[in-house]
């Protein structure tokens, strides 16, 4: 199976830079989408940027122009560069695989990273 570690979140001022990564361990299929979500209490998790195999990407509107998602084959890792943050940004941010393999689909989601923006 997958599993994912999340790093590099932490506390940032407004209008700072983190990068989050994602590593994947365990078997990996050819054909998959990497996502990163973000949740806050009280509010649904949502899709904040993704990845697929083919290399294209996505990302929510709220962040366009200030994320960009990654990845680093070699190092089975996605990174999140996030810029210009701001405290609407504060979140638990997860990571998320999804692998397809024929009619097949499996599903794996990382422990979250904790991104505060606050002055």
């Known amino acids: 199976q997958v599993q994912l570690v999340e790093s590099g979140g932490g506390l940032v001022q407004p209008g700072g830079s983190l990068r989050l990564s994602c590593a994947a361990s365990?078997?990996?299929?050819?054909?998959?989408?990497m996502g990163w979500y973000r949740q806050t209490p009280g509010k649904q998790r949502e899709l904040v940027a993704a990845i697929t195999s083919d290399g294209s990407t996505n990302y929510a509107d709220s962040v366009k122009g200030r994320f960009t998602i990654s990845r680093d084959n070699a190092k089975n890792t996605v990174y999140l560069q996030m810029n210009s943050l701001k405290p609407e940004d504060t979140a638990v941010y997860y990571c998320?695989?999804?692998?397809?393999?024929?009619?097949?689909?499996?599903?794996?989601w990382g422990q979250g990273t904790q991104v505060t923006v606050s002055s």
């Open positions: 365990g078997r990996i299929f050819s054909m998959y989408v």
């Open positions: 998320n695989r999804k692998d397809f393999l024929g009619t097949m689909m499996s599903d794996y």
